[in-house]
C-alpha cells in the first residue's frame, strides 16, 4: 500500500468517523448536518516527487483533524478561512533551504478554499501559516 493510498484511507476513515462519508445508498444532506468549516491539509517535504507528504482533515466545528486544530480554526476564522491572510509572525528562521509545500483544500463558511504555496522552510511556513499547516504534533 503506497503512502498516498494510505493517507487517502486515512482522510476517509475521519471522514466517515465525522460522518461526512456514509455507506448505501445517497441522501441530500441537510445544511445543518454537513460541516461548514473544513479542510483537506497536506505539507510535502522537498519536491512534489518526494512523497514525504503528511495530510489531515481539519475540523472546525468542534476542532479536531491534527494536534493544534483549536488554534488552526481560530487563525482562519481570523482570516476569514483564507490561510494567505493569516497574520505573519516575527520570527526569525536559519537560512536553510529545505523547501515545503503546502495545500488546503476544502470549504470555509460556504465558500470553496483551495491554498497552494511552497515555502523554503518548515520555519517559514509556520511563521506565515500559523498552526494550520502544524501536521506534527
Not at 46 to 51: I, P, T
Not at 77 to 91: C, E
Amino acid at each position: 500500500m503506497t503512502f498516498l493510498t494510505r493517507a487517502a484511507a486515512a482522510a476517509g476513515a475521519l471522514l466517515a468517523a465525522a460522518g461526512l462519508l456514509t455507506a448505501g445508498p445517497a441522501h441530500a444532506a441537510s445544511r445543518d448536518s454537513r460541516p461548514d468549516n473544513w479542510l483537506h491539509l497536506t505539507v510535502t517535504r522537498g519536491d512534489a516527487r518526494s512523497g514525504d507528504t503528511r495530510s489531515a482533515v481539519l475540523l472546525c466545528d468542534p476542532p479536531q483533524g491534527h494536534a493544534h486544530a483549536a488554534d488552526a480554526c481560530a487563525e482562519l476564522d481570523a482570516a476569514d478561512g483564507d490561510v494567505g491572510r493569516i497574520p505573519a509572525k516575527k520570527v526569525f528562521c536559519p537560512m536553510i533551504f529545505a523547501p515545503v509545500t503546502t495545500h488546503a483544500r476544502g470549504q470555509w463558511n460556504g465558500r470553496a478554499v483551495d491554498f497552494q504555496q511552497t515555502y523554503t522552510s518548515v520555519c517559514v511556513m509556520n511563521a506565515r501559516t500559523g498552526s494550520v499547516f502544524a501536521l506534527d504534533g
